[in-house]
C-alpha cells in the first residue's frame, strides 16, 4: 500500500489505492487557494454542505453520492436512478473525497467507503449555501422593499390628487422614511444572525 507524497508545489506523486496522507488539522492552515478551489465545486461544496447536515458521525459513500445526485436533479433519494448515483458516485471515488481528504476537510476511507466529518468541515458551513432546496432570501427582502415602495408611491400620489388639509409633504416624507429604515433594519439583523 503506497501513500501520497505531496511536494511543496502540491503536486501528487505515485497513485495507490488507500489514502494515508497526514491531513492538516484546523482550518488556519488551509491557504487561500486551497479553500477558493475546494469551494469552486459545486460537488465539493454539496460533500461539506450533506457532512454539516448529518446527525451520524460517518456516512458512506453510496449515501453521499444518493444525495448529491437528488439535489443536483431537483429529485427526491427515492427517484435516484443507479446511472444518476453511479455518475456522481465515481467522481466523488476518484476526485473529490482524496481532494478533501489531503486537505484535512474529511476523513475517508476509501477501502471501507466511509467519510467522517473533521473539525474543519464544520468551520466551513459559513461559507456555504447550505440550504440547498431553497432560493437566496435576497429575494425576498427585494419584494418588500418593492412592495413599500409602491405603497408609499401610492400614498404620495393620493396627497397630491386628494386634498388633505391635516397631512402635510413633511409627514409624508416621514412616514416613508420610517417605512424604508424599518426594513433596512429588519434586513440587516436578519444578514447577520444568518
Not at 453511479?86 to 486537505?103: G, I
Not at 466511509?114 to 429575494?139: C, F, K, M, N, R
Request: aromatic share 6%; with cysteine; glycine share 8%.
Amino acid at each position: 500500500m503506497e501513500s501520497i507524497q505531496i511536494d511543496s508545489g502540491g503536486a501528487e506523486h505515485g497513485r495507490q489505492d488507500s489514502i494515508e496522507a497526514d491531513p492538516p488539522d484546523s482550518f488556519a492552515s488551509l491557504s487561500r487557494d486551497s479553500l477558493f478551489e475546494v469551494l469552486s465545486n459545486a460537488r465539493r461544496r454539496s460533500i461539506i454542505a450533506y457532512l454539516n447536515g448529518t446527525d451520524t458521525e460517518t456516512v458512506t459513500v453510496r449515501d453521499l453520492a444518493e444525495q448529491i445526485a437528488a439535489w443536483e436533479n431537483g429529485i427526491s433519494v427515492a427517484e435516484v436512478t443507479y446511472k444518476e448515483r453511479k455518475r456522481v458516485y465515481t467522481s466523488l471515488y476518484q476526485l473529490h473525497l482524496e481532494k478533501l481528504h489531503r486537505l484535512g476537510i474529511v476523513r475517508y476511507d476509501q477501502d471501507r467507503g466511509i467519510v467522517e466529518q473533521t473539525p474543519i468541515t464544520a468551520q466551513l458551513e459559513s461559507y456555504l449555501d447550505t440550504d440547498v432546496d431553497d432560493e437566496d432570501d435576497g429575494g425576498t427582502w427585494a419584494r418588500l422593499s418593492l412592495a413599500i415602495s409602491t405603497g408609499c408611491a401610492v400614498i404620495v400620489l393620493l396627497a397630491w390628487v386628494l386634498p388633505v388639509g391635516s397631512v402635510n409633504g413633511f409627514g409624508i416624507a416621514s412616514l416613508i422614511a420610517v417605512a424604508f429604515l424599518v426594513v433596512s433594519i429588519a434586513q440587516v439583523l436578519d444578514e447577520h444572525d444568518g
